[in-house]
């Protein structure tokens, strides 16, 4: 049986490429288990800078596999908190980029929008379109979405169920930056590489503080921001990184 997803290190950078094309990368428990705990160790790994995240050229994913949930009672999705291993992948500290070639739809999208950075590819087609199905986002896309892109087109997507193009998800600031679909992975690693390249404590601490922004208020952001700050003058890379900008050398960080 083909592997739910493929893992492939490259230096300091992890790709990720979930592997059912045929069933457009719908995303079942498989995916969803070896998501959580076959990259669970490389998060933890300070030799792993970053991850790059993809699908297929025809869909990143197409939201969570319809077929496997079809029959499920509510006592089985219940008890099974089912789709809680997504918040394990998620809360990963590692920063990740999603290269979004086609559809990232409903599951899909709320996976690219787990990631840290969204990268898409000029074919690709977001959407949340649960209501299609009689249910809602059940990966946290009414609330990622929304927080991301305001209310009112989180509404439209939610509630219409239709899809909006890649030029109209970066003028929403749903995603990073629009590539040709053929430069897609080239832009994605380069971005991963310069990444990986500085301390992984300072990139931690950078996405942990860009996260929190989402959850708290100003005030209390930006006092998390500043002991997140402070608490790097205890790291060799600062030292590092401070004395090489003065000595006009390349840093060499340890992650330490
Ligand atoms: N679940 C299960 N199977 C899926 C799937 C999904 N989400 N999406 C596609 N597939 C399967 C199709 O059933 C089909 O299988 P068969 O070959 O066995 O018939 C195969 O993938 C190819 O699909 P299509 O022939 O439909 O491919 P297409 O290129 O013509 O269309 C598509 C692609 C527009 C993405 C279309 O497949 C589609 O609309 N998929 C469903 C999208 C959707 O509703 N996503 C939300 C799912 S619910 C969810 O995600 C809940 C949540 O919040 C987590």
Redesign the pocket.
Known sequence: MDKPIIVERQGRVVIVTLNRP???N??NSEIMRAMAEELAPLDRDTGVGCFVLRGSD??FA????????ADKSFSEMYNDDF?AAWDRFAAFRTPKIAAVSG?A????C?LAMMCDIIFAADTAMFG???I??G?????G?SQRLTRLVGKSKAMDLILTGRMMDAAEAERCGLVARVIPADKLMEEALKAAETIAGYGKMATTAAREAVERSLEVSLREGILFERRLFHSLFATADQKEGMAAFVEKRSPQFKGE
């Open positions: 045929a069933a457009r719908a995303l025809k869909a197409a939201g969570a596999d319809i077929k496997e949930m789709f559809y739809l409903g599951g899909g709320e949340q379109p649960e299609k199905l249910v809602i986002p059940g990966m896309g």
